[in-house]
């Protein structure tokens, strides 16, 4: 009994250890955001049929997505296992331009995709992958 209550206390502290890691945490956004910019390219590439309903909702997923990996680089996080450069730190007014320049394109995605115009989707995708490459060519290292 005490092994198993031991074991359980081990994993408890080992998640909370795995919550506060502002590294691993924003690298599971991004991993989330892959996974959805993966299925959204492949409609707009034309290598899976277009599903309003479902597209819809993947573009709703990725503004929510869009929100969430910037609380997870506070100072500090810039050591370790992590391909951001330090300007994210010593350039946080141009970090912040970017951030709010993908939020702008992908709540358009959204809208757009609700609308269901697929070449719309099409211009509007292609705004939001430029808006990734900004950022990742000024603040993620190769």
Known sequence: MKKWLLLALTALFASQAFAAD??????EVFKQYKQTVGQMGKTVKGQAPYNKDEFAKLA???DMLAQQPWQYFPAGSDKGKTDAKPEIWSKPAEFQK???????????????ANDGDLNAI??????????????????RQD
């Open 22 to 27: 502002p590294v691993t945490q924003r690298k």
């Open 60 to 62: 709703a997923h990725l």
């Open 98 to 112: 970017d951030i709010d320049n993908y939020k702008a394109e992908t709540a358009k995605l959204k809208q757009v």
């Open 122 to 139: 099409k211009a509007q995708f292609n705004a939001v992958q430029k808006t990734c490459k900004a950022c990742h060519d000024s603040f």
